[in-house]
Antibody, heavy 118, light 109 residues
Framework: EVQLVESGGGLVQPGGSLRLSCAAS????????MNWVRQAPGKGLEWVSY????????YYADSVKGRFTISRDNAKNSLYLQMNSLRAEDTAVYYC???????????WGQGTLVTVSS | QSALTQPASVSGSPGQSITISCTGT?????????VSWYQQHPGKAPKLMIY???KRPSGVSNRFSGSKSGNTASLTISGLQAEDEADYYC?????????FGGGTKLTVL
């Protein structure tokens, strides 16, 4: 059974940092592209970042470029999102999602809540 | 990177059909047959309902169908059921990014 489990969310002050993790199981993690997608409270889905199966290709939404860094460790079946210079508008539930064709997100984690507030 | 445009809400009675539109540009929806649709119930993670414009993942009811014309994609749900009441999001590959629509709340009357 495919499982994606996010962790690392919490309350952080504006300007602070946080590192999210996504533990994958039930499939060959190293064969799949992965994404982070977020959802602010009461709002819609927003794509955040993409990483290819090898980690050689990475893309970011303009809203997080220069502040967030996506990475993966295929040996540990894990995906990460390092978030720096956090702003109030980054407050959201962050989901990791498995990707097969850059828009086919076939499996999602349960999400982890990040709250940026003083 | 602009969000795709969806109606904020649609509604229908049980047994009826509804269609949700998703309008993008020639840089996303219009250029690639990589449009997907997601269903999200309150407090839950999104669920893939349609991918590559019109393909259904295993386990998704054939009451859900997708299509595309030009820069606009559509999701049609036939034979509406109470359990279909949820938020629906379209999504499109856009080269170096992926775009989601703003979401449509479906109410089953």
């Amino acid at each position: 059974e495919v499982q994606l489990v996010e962790s690392g969310g919490g309350l952080v002050q504006p300007g602070g940092s946080l590192r999210l993790s996504c533990a994958a199981s039930g499939f060959t993690f190293s064969s799949y592209e992965m994404n982070w997608v977020r959802q602010a409270p009461g709002k819609g889905l927003e794509w955040v970042s993409y990483i290819s199966s090898s980690g050689s290709t990475i893309y970011y939404a303009d809203s997080v470029k220069g502040r967030f860094t996506i990475s993966r460790d295929n040996a540990k079946n894990s995906l990460y999102l390092q978030m720096n210079s956090l702003r109030a508008e980054d407050t959201a539930v962050y989901y990791c999602a498995r990707d097969t064709t850059r828009s086919k997100f076939d499996y999602w984690g349960q999400g982890t809540l990040v709250t940026v507030s003083s | 990177q602009s969000a795709l445009t969806q109606p904020a809400s649609v509604s229908g009675s049980p047994g009826q059909s509804i269609t949700i539109s998703c309008t993008g540009t020639s840089s996303d929806v219009g250029s690639y047959n990589l449009v997907s649709w997601y269903q999200q119930h309150p407090g839950k993670a999104p669920k893939l309902m349609i991918y590559e414009v019109s393909k259904r993942p295993s386990g998704v009811s054939n009451r859900f169908s997708g299509s595309k014309s030009g820069n606009t994609a559509s999701l049609t749900i036939s034979g509406l059921q109470a359990e279909d009441e949820a938020d629906y999001y379209c999504c499109s590959y856009a080269g170096s990014s992926t775009q989601f629509g703003g979401g449509t709340k479906l109410t089953v009357l």
